[in-house]
Every structure is written in structure tokens, then in C-alpha cells.
């Protein structure tokens, strides 16, 4: 069974504060990782993708991968209430035949306080 | 106009009733993708289409059905609602020519009583 774990949270850092939110993945042959943000009621909005370990930055947001620990993160930096979300991890993972399939974590409620 | 588009957003509907919810894209995506989302159990694949022609089950397809009408129409139908079925149901679409990144229309929220 595949798996991508993502505490659930809910997550509260004050307004400016770094935020930083975790993924695990059971899949080594997975390929390519992304962060949604979804508001509630609302459908998940791509932040970014990462492919190579190391980091990608993009504006106020930094994707982390390490493949040899099977762990991707998400920081963001000076914290805004409008980042209130919850964050959702997905992962490309072989489903068979060469096939690829995001797996989703069940998602990071983050709470920004003004 | 949105890129990914679903009708209806909203639908409440009885047991045993059967339901259509569509699925409209104008970013010339192959891939096409259907979800639902229950709290506290995250986005569940229900069926994925990478061509016209191509059609596959997901994690949890049972009670479910597909139609890929066009490349740039994809249906889901509950031939028989149950309570169960009450979630969010997303379509997406993805190009695997770029990034594959899937894109996520606005959602329907389905009610079955």
C-alpha cells in the first residue's frame, strides 16, 4: 500500500513566522512531488512541484526533497493569514505498468495568527 | 472563463437516484482524472482517463462509472446514489508532455439523503 503521511495539524504560527510542513512517502521509485493549498469548501491550488533533491524556492514558498529519506517539505516564509489552508503533499508513484498516479497526504491544516 | 470547469456545483439527491456530474476543460489536456474528498479521509482517486480511449478504475471506482466523451469531456455517474456517496467529488486534468501537474476544477459537492 502506498502512502504519503502529512501531520494533520491543525498547525499555528504567528503572522511573519516561518511555516513548515512535512510529508513522508513509502514509494522510492516515485518520481515527482507537489504541495496544493486548498481553502476550505474550495478545490486544491498548485504552490509548486520538485523533482530533484535539494531545494526550490518560488517567491515566499521553499520545496525540500530528499529521496534518500523519502521526505518532502514545505516552508513558508513571513507567514501571512491569507496562508491559513490546509496543504495538501501529493506524490507520483508507479500505480503498475509504467502507469504514474498522484497519491495525495491527507493534509496540513495551517493557522496563521495575526 | 475557468480552464476546468464542472456542472452541477451543487446537488442534493435521494437514494437510488441516478446522478451525472460533468466535466469540461479547455486546456487541451489528454489526461483527465476524477475524485472524491471526505474529511479526514483526503483526495481518493475514483477514475483516470490519459487518452479518449482509455479508461481506468482508481482506488475506490465501486458504484462508480466513466464516460470520456471527448478529449476534453469527462463524466462521472452514480447509477444509483447512496448516502455514502455524499462527499466533494474534483475533476483534474494533467498533460504529461509538460510537467503532468494536475489542475483541479471548482468541485461539486454532492448530498445524497
Known amino acids: 500500500q502506498k502512502e504519503v503521511e502529512q501531520n494533520s495539524g491543525p498547525l499555528s504560527v504567528p503572522e511573519g513566522a516561518i511555516a513548515s510542513l512535512n510529508c513522508t512517502y513509502s514509494d522510492r521509485g516515485s518520481q515527482s512531488f507537489f504541495w496544493y493549498r486548498q481553502y476550505s469548501g474550495k478545490s486544491p491550488e498548485l504552490i509548486m512541484f520538485?523533482?530533484?533533491?535539494g531545494d526550490k524556492e518560488d517567491g515566499r514558498f521553499t520545496a525540500q526533497l530528499n529521496k534518500a529519506s523519502q521526505y518532502v517539505s514545505l516552508l513558508i516564509r513571513d507567514s501571512q493569514p491569507s496562508d491559513s489552508a490546509t496543504y495538501l503533499c501529493?506524490?507520483?508513484?508507479?500505480?503498475?505498468?509504467?502507469?504514474?498516479?498522484?497519491?495525495f497526504g491527507k493534509g496540513t491544516k495551517l493557522s496563521v495568527i495575526p | 472563463d475557468a480552464d476546468v470547469t464542472q456542472t452541477p456545483r451543487n446537488r442534493i439527491t435521494k437514494t437510488g437516484k441516478r446522478i451525472m456530474l460533468e466535466c469540461s476543460q479547455t486546456k487541451g489536456h489528454d489526461r483527465m482524472y476524477w475524485y472524491r474528498q471526505d474529511p479526514g479521509l483526503g483526495l481518493r482517486l475514483i477514475y483516470y482517463s490519459f487518452d479518449v480511449k482509455d479508461i481506468n478504475k482508481g482506488e475506490i471506482s465501486d458504484g462508480y462509472s466513466v464516460s470520456r466523451q471527448a478529449q476534453a469531456k469527462f463524466s462521472l455517474s452514480l447509477e444509483s446514489a447512496i448516502p455514502n456517496q455524499t462527499a466533494l467529488y474534483f475533476c483534474?486534468?494533467?498533460?504529461?508532455?509538460?510537467?503532468?501537474?494536475?489542475?483541479f476544477g471548482p468541485g461539486t459537492r454532492l448530498t445524497v439523503l
Open positions: 501529493a506524490v507520483n508513484e508507479d500505480s503498475g505498468a509504467g502507469s504514474y498516479q498522484l497519491t
Open positions: 483534474a486534468t494533467s498533460d504529461p508532455a509538460s510537467t503532468d501537474t494536475q489542475y
Open positions: 520538485i523533482y530533484s533533491n
